[in-house]
């Protein structure tokens, strides 16, 4: 579409100046028309066969910038969001590397997404956290982790473990803290395991999660907790 617009660009541009040239053309020959006597008439009706013949091409020219304008007044013109297609395509799961259980498809920064919040043991004070990222280098299962919470508190760089697992023919990611998470201001999040299930489109994993309670049993997995998605550049 945008080869075929220049090409009329071109062209219209090409036809305004072939039409100047031919007005000027015209007018010297109207000035020499002035001039013309009954003793230079065989010249004089040599340049009215010119001005005749100016005429019809001017009028031509004409009919063609009119036609072409017809044209380009009716082209559509869709715009193609290519920014957002490829945008859409590099944030999708490899979901053929997925069902492998192949390390790989870690590769790179993730979100996930949950209405966290977490109760402080010593005082009960509900505190949210505001993201929660995690990033895994090319084929390593041990990866670093970053949240921030709404009081300004974070946990930076902290590690934690990806492995997959076939359950009943079907490939699950699962992560897990491998130990409580150390933050800044004294504060501790209690270990999480998360156990992840790809969706059919690929768009992200819905995880299940558990947590270490402090007399060392797991509570039950909240199923659908948390939604893993992959980060936008």
């Not at 192949?102 to 993201?131: F, H, M, P, Q």
């Not at 699950?172 to 209690?190: A, M, Q, T």
Request: proline content about 1%; glycine content about 6%; charged content about 25%.
């Amino acid at each position: 579409m945008g080869t075929h617009l220049s090409q009329i660009e071109d062209l219209l541009f090409k036809s305004v100046v072939a039409l100047t040239l031919f007005v000027l053309a015209l007018y010297s020959i109207k000035t020499v028309l002035s001039d013309c006597t009954i003793f230079s008439k065989v010249n004089c009706q040599s340049e009215q066969n010119e001005f005749i013949a100016l005429e019809k091409e001017i009028s031509r020219i004409k009919q063609q910038i009119s036609s072409v304008k017809d044209s380009q007044s009716s082209l559509e013109c869709k715009e193609i969001d290519t920014a957002s297609s490829s945008d859409n395509q590099s944030t999708k799961i490899d979901s053929s590397l997925w069902a492998q259980g192949n390390l790989e498809v870690l590769n790179g920064c993730w979100n996930l997404d949950w209405d966290y919040t977490l109760r402080e043991a010593g005082t009960n004070k509900i505190v949210g956290v505001t993201s929660w990222d995690v990033c895994f280098k090319p084929g390593s299962e041990i990866g670093v982790q970053t949240l921030l919470f709404e009081d300004g508190a974070n946990c930076v760089e902290q590690p934690i473990r990806g492995e997959f697992k076939n359950i009943n023919d079907q490939s699950k990611l699962y992560l897990d803290d491998s130990k409580d998470v150390d933050c800044n201001l004294g504060r501790v999040v209690f270990q999480r395991r998360m156990e992840c299930e790809l969706i059919q489109n690929g768009d992200y994993a819905e995880c299940a999660i558990s947590t270490l309670q402090r007399d060392g049993s797991w509570s039950d997995f909240q199923a659908n907790g948390v939604r893993l998605s992959r980060k936008r550049n």
